[in-house]
């Protein structure tokens, strides 16, 4: 798949065909379960994670907390090996990204949120068993109201908030697992374990 909608995204995509051109380097698509009850929505791929991998937050630090995290919560089975062919597989629960091209420098323009959020919206339709979404940092959040319809002033973006949205599917936020999160002590392992744990308590 190619898409030139981001004029940004797709001159920084074919800048790194030719500076790594065993990269997958294209829009990443969903990974996951199509009869998904949960779907985690990130920021975007990372230039040397899922923008190398074509799978998302695979290679990419974030991927080493959540994925492991997946697979002791019961929502996937396996090892993750940060390899596409790891053999790894998610049950109930797909993951995708906001923005589905790799930004420059890790950041998104409010354009490109919103050119790539038909996609966003597609995904959700396409999930007739879906109970919650999980939004992962703000960037996510805003996309998944946008998504739906629903203004973001009515929901606050912060670490733990759980919404009953109207059409009702479960909106549960949390700081996206990055590197910088995790290494400055804003996201750690149990915080992002208690947010599983309200997942947990909302499909069941």
Known sequence: MTCTKCSRLAAFIEENKKKYPSFFNAPVPSFGDNDAQLLIVGLAPG????????????????????????????WATGQYKADPNDGLQLKKVMITNAVRCVPPQ???????????????????????HLKIIMALGTVAHSAILMAL??????YKFAHGSVYTLPNGLTLIDSYHCSRYNTNTGVLTQKMFENIFQKIKEHTH
């Open 47 to 74: 230039l040397k994670g899922a923008n190398q991998t074509g799978r998302p937050f695979t290679k990419d630090y974030a991927g080493d907390l959540l994925y492991p995290t997946l697979i002791k919560f019961g």
């Open 149 to 154: 319809g629903y203004r973001k002033s009515a």
């Open 106 to 128: 890790n950041k998104v323009t409010p354009e490109e949120i919103r050119n790539c959020n038909l996609l966003l919206q597609e995904q959700i339709k396409a999930l007739p």
